[in-house]
């Protein structure tokens, strides 16, 4: 099963969580990858996805929040295939705090990687797809802030809704010019950011709050960061040729019950 064979993909925040996820399934299916991270394990993340699929991947430490790293990024992805078919904005932040106490210190982290990040990304992307002939672009936004939100996520809901914003907009702005945009609204996936949550949550049982997360799930679980890593690379391919400007959740029916404690199961 090949279909991303030789596609070139820019992945942000593929260390290590939903990122690592999302370039091992890209991996399987062929596409030639640059990874790229602020943390230097994605050096490791590169060279497990060589061993174990033979695929072509080079890295990029970067900061997304800084609008050079990223087209130095572009460019290294550029120097390297030739061209980028496809990116995956992924990189991003969640920490919780009370709405009254949360500093501009942590407002502007959000702001900065959760959405100038995004906006770095495919501001340097879209240059060389015009000029290729087209592209396709994926982002990571969440069921937060634009269909629920939990106590102590203002700023992450804040930014990830205006991610489905961007999505739209951009989707409009390029749909002529052979570019697609669409993002995915994750729940809860095990990963190291969810956890970190959890702990902010619950610093004396962090996994109670994981177990929790589940409960209310209607599957019974978190997803594993591959089984996002399918949707991302349904969305990159030819698959879903005539998608743009759309929204997909993919939560385990996490956004589906009215309540947790009414009904017949």
Not at 56 to 69: G, L
Request: proline content about 3%; charged content about 20%; overall charge negative.
């Amino acid at each position: 099963m090949a279909k991303l064979q030789g596609k070139s993909t820019l992945i942000t925040g593929a260390a290590a969580g939903l990122g690592k996820g999302i370039a091992e399934v890209y991996a399987k299916y062929g596409a030639r990858l640059c990874l790229a991270d602020t943390s230097p394990d994605v050096d490791a993340t590169a060279q497990a996805l060589r061993d174990t699929y033979g695929a072509e991947v080079i890295t990029a430490i970067v900061d997304v929040s800084q609008r050079t790293d990223m087209q130095a990024a572009v460019a290294r992805t550029l120097a390297q295939f030739g061209r980028l078919d496809i990116v995956c904005c992924n990189a991003g932040v969640a920490r919780l705090a009370p709405f009254e106490a949360m500093s501009d210190e942590l407002l502007d982290l959000h702001i900065n990687v959760n959405i100038r990040g995004v906006w770095n990304t495919c501001q340097a992307a879209i240059a060389p797809m015009l000029s290729q002939g087209g592209g396709v672009i994926v982002i990571a936004s969440s069921v937060t802030g634009d269909i629920v939100a939990d106590a102590g996520e203002a700023a992450y809901a804040l930014s990830k809704s205006a991610l489905v914003g961007l999505t739209k907009a951009l989707a409009v702005e390029y749909a002529a010019r052979n570019i697609r945009v669409n993002c995915t609204q994750l729940g809860y996936a095990r990963t190291p950011m969810v956890e970190k949550m959890a702990m902010e949550s619950n610093p004396s049982d962090p996994e109670s709050a994981i177990r929790a997360i589940a409960s209310g799930v209607p599957m019974g679980r978190l997803a594993d960061p591959r089984e996002v890593g399918e949707l991302f690379a349904f969305l990159g391919s030819d698959e879903s040729s005539y998608l743009t400007g759309s929204q997909i959740v993919i939560d385990g029916g996490s956004t589906l019950p009215e309540t947790v404690s009414m009904g017949t199961n």
